[in-house]
């Protein structure tokens, strides 16, 4: 149980002076020059708008983020982990540098609604008023057709780690008591989802793994789209070739049903049963953006604008991230894009003037085939005036081949991405 | 003209075009010119996932190309180098994995305000962000 405490508020906010307590809300003591933002998230898109939204107003915009963990865990590199080649003490990350290095304000909370006329923010210890919000809670799993995983117990059987955390250390302790010649059931969820190429990066994880310490082993991959959606040849390649014999890619394959006693997995065509099970489930709009009406009924992802990422359902509030109906990968790349144009867009739009009416943006995504072998997909996204949102640009593409040297630019990637989002 | 010989003919004209002094009205000029700062300062931003917060690339020293250390650092970097390479890899006569993929996306005024904005950042060398370990309560359901 919570109880609300003044302390707590004061100690929560730091010891800056600007916020004071008033009654169970946040009143200002002093206006900031140009007004405040709220960002709901810390993770990729959350931490990187609210480290540019004070570079870039200089400091005159006050920045308060709220994040119910305490440490940031990086997706990215995070099947690395099942594959054995990092920890997960490797990918994990604190808030203290971002905080002190750009000033911004942090409260460990968890929001429970958002009144958009009121421009308030509710949270378990307290409200929040904001002239500018940003939301960015990422994904969050649909199990309206997969109820038995839906608890806490049933993901310790069967865990997605489609979070990274403690179901990713978890999933890799199963792999590594599964006994040679086991099965491994695993599955690629209909598109849109989380990270296109994460699921089959995955299975070559898994399989790099087997190929050393359980050969006799096997991996069945569970497709219900009806390809590889992402760096098709490369992973086809790499599957046939690399993992001959391990990897069992079977496209349009759907989970139906999850037996979690037997770890059986019911499809439209069989019954298959695992040793180790990892089922990531359908997803949709973080549920902060489901509660605060930033999607519609029949379609569970944000509408935005993309010279802004505001909402085009609530005015004032902006959405970043995997949460973003944008028609492009949901990578960690795009997430920080997307928070910079905001940011940068947020930025005019407080002093007044219009955003940038054309943002450019890069994305580079890698994918790690083995320890030690990784390969790109590159394109630049270019804002379309007509279409009203971002088009990959000419030029893009993927490696001719996976590489050790791509894998050396991937651990670089990974290394400038953490800094550039936690420092 | 040679392929070299065209390439540096563009990159002298496209730095003195962006150096030197527009003509025309000061308040239109001061404008445009915000408005292009924003626009570039976002589009560099979006390069710092391999190439660190304004160009400041994790480890590799002062390197300006990719080594077993660290992404090309591209902070202080001069503007003419970039903007060479730049093309290089747009033509083709630069060897590359991934930058080609970039290059041929940007237009070359972008490649050429792009040299600009990172020449004139100041390079700050960066480590490595020191991990943590997980703590029990965690969450990710």
Not at chain 1, 140 to 168: C, I, R
Request: glycine share 8%.
């Amino acid at each position: 149980m919570d109880h609300f405490s003044r302390r707590d508020f004061i100690k929560a906010v730091g010891a800056s002076g600007a916020l004071l307590v008033s009654g169970h809300a946040f009143a200002r003591a002093t206006k900031p020059p140009m007004g405040r933002v709220v960002v709901i998230g810390g993770g990729y898109a959350g931490a990187t708008a609210a480290k540019y939204l004070r570079l870039w107003s200089l400091g005159a915009i006050e920045v308060i983020v709220v994040e119910a963990n305490q440490q940031f865990v990086s997706c990215p590199l995070s099947n690395l982990v099942l594959g054995g080649s990092k920890t997960i003490n490797d990918l994990t990350f604190g808030y203290d540098a971002l905080k002190a290095n750009h000033g911004i304000k942090w409260l460990q909370d968890t929001v429970t609604a958002i009144d958009s006329g009121a421009k308030k923010v509710s949270m378990l210890r307290g409200e929040l008023s904001y002239d500018r919000l940003i939301v960015a809670p990422g994904i969050d799993f649909n199990y309206d057709e997969l109820p038995m995983l839906a608890s806490a117990e049933a993901q310790q059987q069967v865990p997605h780690a489609w979070k990274a955390g403690w179901q990713t250390v978890n999933l890799r302790k199963q792999l590594e008591a599964m006994p040679d010649g086991g099965v491994f059931v695993m599955n690629v969820p209909k598109a849109p989802y989380r990270c296109p190429p994460g699921p089959y990066e995955r299975a070559c994880q898994l399989a790099s793994y087997l190929k050393v310490h359980k050969p006799k082993s096997k991996i069945i991959v569970l497709d219900a789209n009806a390809e590889i959606i992402s760096k098709k040849g490369l992973f086809t390649k790499v599957f046939k070739e690399t993992y001959a014999g391990i990897i069992d890619y079977r496209p349009d394959h759907s989970i139906k049903g999850v037996d979690l006693a037997t770890k059986t997995v019911i499809t439209d065509f069989d019954k298959i049963s695992a040793d180790v099970l990892n089922v990531i489930p359908p997803q949709r709009a973080g549920k902060i953006a489901q509660i605060a009406a930033l999607t519609e009924k029949d379609y569970p992802w944000c509408e935005v604008n993309f010279l802004s990422y505001e909402s085009k359902l609530v005015e004032h509030v902006h959405v970043l991230g995997d949460s973003v109906a944008a028609g492009l990968p949901k990578s960690a790349h795009m997430a920080t894009n997307q928070a910079k144009v905001c940011a940068n867009a947020i930025v005019q739009l407080m002093a007044g003037q219009a955003p940038d009416p054309a943002p450019v943006f890069a994305n580079t995504c890698y994918s790690f085939v083995s320890d030690t072998s990784a390969m790109h997909v590159a394109n630049v996204y270019r804002y379309d005036a007509g279409k009203k949102m971002m088009i990959s640009a000419e030029g893009g593409g993927v490696s001719i081949s996976p590489s050790e040297k791509e894998a050396i630019y991937a651990a670089a990637w990974a290394q400038n991405i953490w800094a550039d989002t936690l420092t | 003209m040679k392929k070299s010989q065209a390439i540096w003919f563009l990159v002298i004209l496209l730095i003195t075009s962006s150096v030197l002094p527009v003509i025309g009205n000061a308040d239109e000029v001061f404008v445009s010119d915000a408005q292009q700062n924003n626009h570039i300062r976002t589009l560099a931003a979006s390069c710092a996932a391999c190439h660190g917060t304004m160009g400041n690339a994790v480890g590799n020293g002062n390197n300006r190309s990719n080594t077993d250390e660290g992404n090309a650092a591209l902070a202080g970097i001069d503007a003419a180098d970039f903007t060479i390479k730049m093309l290089g890899f747009r033509e083709g006569s630069q060897k590359s994995t991934v930058m080609h993929h970039h290059a041929k996306g940007l237009s070359l005024d972008e490649i050429n305000q792009l040299a600009v904005h990172f020449s004139q950042q100041k390079r700050i060398i960066m480590a490595p962000l020191k991990p943590q370990t997980l703590k029990a309560e965690h969450g990710s359901l």
